[in-house]
Structures are given as C-alpha cells and as structure tokens.
C-alpha cells in the first residue's frame, strides 16, 4: 500500500483525546476541526525542559535515492513510547513546493507517519500562508515608501534586497522586474519571488522566544541603504507590529497525531540548504515541557541540517541535545559508493564499502559536538544480511551504536531496539553539548571553521563581492551573529557532483546575505537558488480530488 493507503486504514482520535496524554485539558487547546489543534505558549516551562530529553534525528548525504529522516523521527517517537516512556515528536510543516514538485508528502511514510497526512501537507493551519502575507507587507510598504513624497525614508532602490514569496516552486518568479506602468505605479526596479521556506520571516518565527522577540527581530529586519549610505532596517518602516500582527496565530504550534495515537507538534519549516532546517524554539520548548523524551530532526545531511542545529538553535535557545541519530540507507551509501541509480536494489557490497566514508565523515562530524551518534538502518526490503553486517562491523570497528530500524514497516513496533538504545546512551550520561564556535570569532574564522572542520574542505575563497559584503557587515556592526551557510544538500563540498567524502577542494563564497532579524549570516556558495522549479512531470499531476472531498495522489 501507498503511504495515504496506510494512512486511510486509521481511525483518528479526537485531538482532544490525544492533548490529554500531555497532561492539557480541551479548553487549553485551539481547535483546527477535529484533528489539528494550536498549543498554548503558556505551557512552557523551561525549569522542566531542562529536566527532559532532547534526541536530534540528522541523516548521511541525501540521495535520490532517499534517507527517510522523518519516517525515522516518527518512528523512533512511536518505539519510545512502546517502551512506556512520555515521547513526543516535534517536526517541521512540509512546504506545498515540494508537496507538488519532486518530493510529495512530507509527513512519514508506511506505519510511521503523523495525521491527518493529506492536511497537514495541504495548507495544515495556515501557518505558510501567515508568513507570507508577513514577508509580503514588508515588501509592500518598502516600496510604497519609494514611490512616497511625504513618508519617505529617502531609501535608494538599487540596495533593496528583500524580495515577495509564495509557497510554491515557480522558476518563472525567481528574476523579474517590478513597478512598470508608469508613475502611479511604483518604481521600477529588479526583485523576484523566493519560496515560502526560504523567507527570513520563516526563520524569525523558527528562532524567535515569545511574542515580543517576534516583534524585536522582525523589527531588526535590514532592507537596504539610503542614497547617503544610512541603514534602514524594518522597523524604520515602522511595520514590525503589523507583520507579527498577522503572525499572531502562526507562532502557536500545532498538534497532530502519529498512526499509533501518539501526540506530534509540527511547527515551521525553514529549508537546511537555505536557512537553519528545524522546527520552531517555541516548538521544542513545548515539546520538552510537555514530555520526558523529545524526537526532532534536522534537515539534509548533518553537515547541514545538524550543524545549524547545534551552532545557531542550540546556542540561540540553551538546548542540550543528548543523542544524535543518524539515519542510513543502504541503498544511499551504494550510490555514494557509485553504483547506478537504477541498480540500488540489487545486492553490491563493494559499492556499499566505497560508499561508507560519507557515513563516517558524518559520524567523526557529530563527534565535534560532544554528543553520542548512533546509526541507525532505516531497512528496505532489498537490503541482504551481508549488506547489513558490513554497516554493523563499521559501527563495531568505531566503537559506536548501530541499530536496524523498521518503522516504515511495523511502526514502533520496529524501532523499539533503537529506542532502548537511545534510552541506553541518555542513561549512560556521556554526552557534553559543545558547539563548534563561538559567535565573537570573526566571520571568515566561523565560515572556516565549518567548511574546513564540518565539510572537509582545504580552504575557503570569497569572491570581490563575498569581500564587499564582509565590509558591510563590518560596518553594521554585526560581526558577532552565527553563519548559516547555504550550500547544496547533495554533497559535503559545495559542487553536487562531488559525492561520497571528497577531498582536496575549496569551499568558495559568493556573496554573504545578512538576516540579521533572524539573527544570523548567509554565507552562499555555489550555485544556490531559493526558489526551486518543478520539474517535467510535477508529483501535482497524480494528486486529485473526488465529490466527497476524498484526496488522492499524496506519497
């Protein structure tokens, strides 16, 4: 069966049931129909998160052939509480780009897997749609304050680099040109469209404490320069206390349920190429007041997805992860090892050895953080014992866990020996969160630092512009944020092509984007884009509706 087959077979508890298992009454809960439900930003309690446990699902290099983080997430959740502990997993909301691009649905897949999965990955709670009218109004009243005679910041268009989005992939919005029409219609200019995920906003709302720090880095927003080179950030615009006005409902997070009946928050949904790639603060405070264990995931790669956890999130918020999993396929790891894609299921352990170094680039990765990895083996039908052994004599050979999961399979049901084993590692107290830097280094020692210790990389080149902008931020006096590195998710440099663990190359940045509303740098290298195209045969064609409102085509 297809993952909305399984999904089907399930009969949903009232949220209201499932909330009761986090100890909250009905009338502490929002209610989105029957099965989705906004949470209270008052049941945070950081005296009891700082008691519970905090357990990172990252990934090896993504594939075509997939990873699964999610499934693992969810599953792991549902062994967990197989085991009688109070588990709650805390994802991010998938984006429609993907939904309707390559990807489809993003909320688990077999008998792991949040519901109601055709909601959550069509409009969910609005909370997408929330930040976009958000980034949208910013991009508005900056422009109306360049066609103003009377409120005008004396704003110099050609410095304007905030852009509109909409959730949706559309290559045909990424470079256009706005204002055209004459005089009473605006000035005209270069801009474009960005995807929903990539918006600071989307960022802010992921980073931010509370209502007031929404507020404050919305305001911090840097939009560009006046003709006599002066600053102008958002709340020159006097616009900061509108847009978190239409966040007001956004920044609550949600909650769903697993197949199992279990309780998930699902809140925000940066991308990790992009932007830090994890749910919201707010979210996972909520999750470590409301449970003893908490399963969140990064995404990508734990080069990305990972790092930006631990070095922005981590630092930013206080948090302690305790154990990282790292989610392994054998299929990946033969492509990483070369082996053609249309040959991934036929059973190849010369391909799955040459694939293995990226594994453990990953693993010697999660290590510079002081937290324990385990692998854990998200199986497939066609992996053979002798594949399997091969992974478990690396674990062996490392002096590390390994576990094989199945929760695609047999839901929790299937990951109760990881969970034990996560169990195991917290208990064994060995973990000492350490981040890779501190945010007083330099910029260039903090982009060094990753692309050297993180990527493997020999050295670092900026281009002229990579150099002005570091002047820039120089002169902002913003040299102490953290660095969100955007770079392709499909290698551990910054060319795509470069699988496995490449060596000998040179990480080179562009330019360096400044969010300081978010609160961080965006270095960029290679050849990135924050708004994908779909591609010639888009998952929307399989996607339909029936009379009764029945949806099909979500995988």
Known sequence: MTNQDIAKTVTLKPITEIAEKLGLHADEIELYGRYKAKLPLSRIDKAKGAKSHLILVSAISPTPAGEGKTTMSIGLNEGLNKLGKKSIAVLREPSLGPVFGIKGGATGGGYSQVLPMEDINLHFTGDFAAIEKANNLLAAVIDNNLQSKTNSLGMDARTVRWKRVMDMNDRALRNIVIGLGGTGSGVPRESGFDITAASEIMAILCLAEDRIDLKRRIGNIFVGYTFDRKPIFAKDLKVEGAMAALLKEAIKPNLVQTIEGNPAIIHGGPFANIAQGTNSVIATRLGLSLADYVVTEAGFGADLG??????????????????????????????????????????????????????????ENIGQFKVTPIIAINRFVSDSEEEIQVIKDLAKQLGIRVALAEGWEKGGAGTTDLAQQVVDIIEEGKSDFKPLYSWNQSVEEKIETIAKTIYGASDVEYTSKARADLRTIGNLGLEGLPVCIAKTQKSLSDNPDLIGRPTGFNITVREIEIAAGAGFLVPITGDMMRMPGLPAHPASENIDIDEEGNITGLF
Do not use: M, W
């Open 306 to 363: 990972a790092e930006k956890f631990f070095d922005i999130k981590c630092q930013s918020a206080g948090l302690k992860p305790e154990v990282v999993v790292i989610t392994t396929t054998i299929r990946a790891l033969k492509y990483h090892g070369g082996a053609d894609l249309k040959e991934l299921k036929t059973p190849n352990v010369d391909a799955l050895k040459k694939g293995l170094p990226n594994l453990e680039k990953h693993i």
